[in-house]
């Protein structure tokens, strides 16, 4: 009797076991299937894009059949904008761009966020907050004063012009990622390396930067995202092929009037979406963990 | 000779006290004007290109086309009154608030989708869904605009399979303003998803448990555990969200370039077409200048609640 009893409740505890699983089980299939289609929907344009740079202008212009295949594959698209001098200067120009505004960007701001997390001066506080402020400030904003002041300092059509105003995009966002992770560093660190007679650069240098590494690599990203993607600003300042950067340059010099050459545009799209990808694929840990500890930090 | 050694200690112990407080000073005055001279570059750079160009821009805008006569709020009144400004006014609120809202609701949905798989295998779906983020916005707006193509577009394409008729994608005013809201949704959604699966990652699990014990449904955790912690952070990334969405510039500029008759302009586009295509540089600025308010609005009352909030918790 007691027997059957506890059988009966142990039956029921093990159905009731079974069926929370089976809820769990479909929850974590269920959020399988919708995660897949919401990648699915999310890798549309960039498989597009691959696609088409497989082409060669005669299968576009065909119009028959799926665009969505690629029939004849071929990579003259690609050799064509690897020979393209045009192309290869707007390539080397964003780099010697981005190189530049990053390494400008990074001392900037890690210098600031040094001396806004550890040392206190009159309006520190308010400098902090004013730095946050700025980086809700839009690049198209000010993009017309800017254009008359690149004007009257002569920068207009100079890629060099990008490198003084990309940092101001940049550094304020960097700055604030920095001051969080200097703020975290214990005040033990540094009251140790003055005793033991460091300055303060050396203080910085051998032990802030070395310790906020994660830190410096998740601004770093953002500096190089800002730098690379950046459309409105070369737009606007730049008209002359051999000043254009990437973005702009695509759009320039591979649309010529109504002729689009699709192939080459969306491949020279995949050649200069590369760097970013590479990056993002080695480095995305970091930079999230910067930007969602900024974010709660705000 | 005991005369010699009292004189310097009795010297050194009236003096020390004194030295060593100027000494303390010494250290802290040089302390900050090093804390200062190091946020010299920041400062400057910020007042020499941020500062100095929006008051610029406020004197710019009061001036007439040709830069030669003051004209006060003219522009400003002149733009109000024209049909092409108040269809920008329009189109902005709607991209900026369609998009947010979309991108938020979407994005939570992701990241509740994330937080639900086991996390060694979150990194590759996340890898996956952050490449729209990734690509150069202006370089992947290209691709939707070769999607859009009327005559052999990849979506019309798909259309005709099924039978229905082509869709001129961004001719027609309405359809071209869903095309622009629709990229920009793309784009940002994965954004709001990173930021909300970290906030969600943050949720204490007891407060979960706590809640069940008191018998509360899937639903009834969601409204009063998940997202009163997450409320800050939401706030936060829809603010940042607001401000890139509303002074977007490059979807608008690719996919259309403001038209079919000047429909989807944005402030921004706008402002380009009149500053810098048509060269009325003050007409521009007072164009851009009409984001500010809306802008600072939105940030004063966004901040204010996320720093009341973050004295309650401290508190």
């Known amino acids: 009797m007691s027997a059957s009893v506890a059988d009966r409740r142990n039956a029921i505890a093990a159905k009731r076991g079974n069926s929370l699983r089976n809820q769990r089980l479909w929850a974590l299939w269920g959020s399988y299937i919708a995660l897949g289609i919401f990648v699915v929907m999310f890798l549309v344009p960039p498989f597009y894009t691959l696609m088409t740079s497989l082409k060669s202008s005669a299968e576009i212009s065909a119009q028959v059949g799926s665009p969505w295949l690629v029939r004849h594959p071929t990579l003259e698209n690609f050799w064509y904008l690897i020979t393209y001098p045009n192309f ?51 690049p198209s904003l000010l993009f017309i004063p800017l254009f008359q002041i690149i004007g009257q300092l002569g920068l207009i059509n100079n890629f060099w012009c990008l490198v003084i105003l990309y940092p101001t995009l940049a550094v304020p966002f960097c700055t604030w990622i920095m001051i969080g992770y200097f703020s975290s560093i214990p005040k033990e660190l540094d009251e140790a390396a003055l005793i033991d007679g460091a300055g303060y650069l050396q203080m910085l240098w051998k032990i802030f930067i070395p310790v906020a590494m994660p830190g410096i690599i998740a601004a770093t990203i953002f500096a190089f995202t800002v730098s690379w993607g950046a459309f409105l600003y070369p737009l606007a300042y730049l008209y002359t092929s051999n000043q254009m950067v990437l973005t702009v340059g695509i759009i320039s010099d591979l649309i010529r009037g109504d002729v689009f050459q699709w192939g080459k545009i969306m491949a020279a799209c995949l050649l200069a979406s590369l760097p970013p990808i590479v990056i993002y694929a080695f ?14 930090k705000g | 000779m005991a ?79 024209r ?56 370089l992947s707006t290209l691709t939707w605009w070769w999607m859009f193509d009327p005559s052999y577009s990849a979506f019309n394409w798909v259309l005709n399979q099924f039978g229905f008729a082509n869709v001129p994608w961004l001719g027609v005013g309405w359809i071209a303003r869903f095309c622009t809201i629709a990229v920009n949704v793309w784009y940002g959604t994965p954004f709001f998803m990173i930021m909300y699966l970290a906030a969600l990652k943050s949720v204490p699990e007891q407060l979960y448990e706590a809640s069940a014990i008191d018998g509360a449904n899937a639903v009834q955790k969601l409204f009063f555990v998940t997202l009163p912690m997450m409320r800050n952070i939401i706030s936060i990334t829809v603010l940042f969200s607001l401000i890139t969405t509303f002074a977007d510039f490059d979807i608008v500029r690719i996919l259309t370039a403001g038209g079919p008759q000047d429909m989807t302009h944005v402030f921004a586009t706008y402002a380009f077409q009149v500053g810098i295509q048509s060269g009325d540089i003050p007409l521009g600025a007072a164009d851009s200048l009409f984001m500010f308010p809306i802008l600072a609005f939105a940030a004063f009352f966004v901040l204010r609640g996320v720093t009341k909030r973050t004295k309650e918790i401290a508190a």
């Open chain 1, 88 to 138: 290869q200067r707007y390539y080397l120009n964003s780099v010697i761009v981005t190189i530049l505004t990053v390494s400008v960007s990074m001392v900037i701001s890690v210098l600031a966020a040094f001396s806004l997390s550890r040392m206190g001066f009159w309006g520190s506080q308010t400098l902090s907050t004013s730095v946050f402020l700025t980086y809700l400030v839009p």
């Open chain 1, 283 to 296: 480095l995305m840990d970091y930079y999230v963990a910067g930007l969602t500890a900024g974010a709660t």
């Open chain 2, 3 to 81: 005369d010699g050694t009292n004189v310097p200690v009795g010297g050194l112990a009236a003096a020390s006290p004194k030295g060593r407080k100027t000494a303390m000073q010494k250290f802290a005055q040089r302390r900050s004007t090093t804390g200062f001279l190091l946020c010299l570059p920041l400062i400057l750079l910020v007042a020499c290109f941020v500062v100095y160009p929006a008051f610029y821009a406020i004197y710019l805008s009061m001036l007439n086309k040709k830069m030669t006569a003051f004209v006060g709020l003219g522009n400003f009144q002149f733009l109000l009154k």
């Open chain 2, 83 to 138: 049909h092409t400004f108040q269809l920008v006014i329009f189109q902005s609120c709607l991209f900026a608030i369609t998009a947010v809202v979309l991108k938020a609701l979407l994005g939570f949905t992701l990241a509740h989708l994330m937080h639900n798989i086991p996390g060694k295998n979150q990194k590759i779906w996340r890898g996956l869904l952050l490449v729209p983020w990734v690509i150069p916005l202006a």
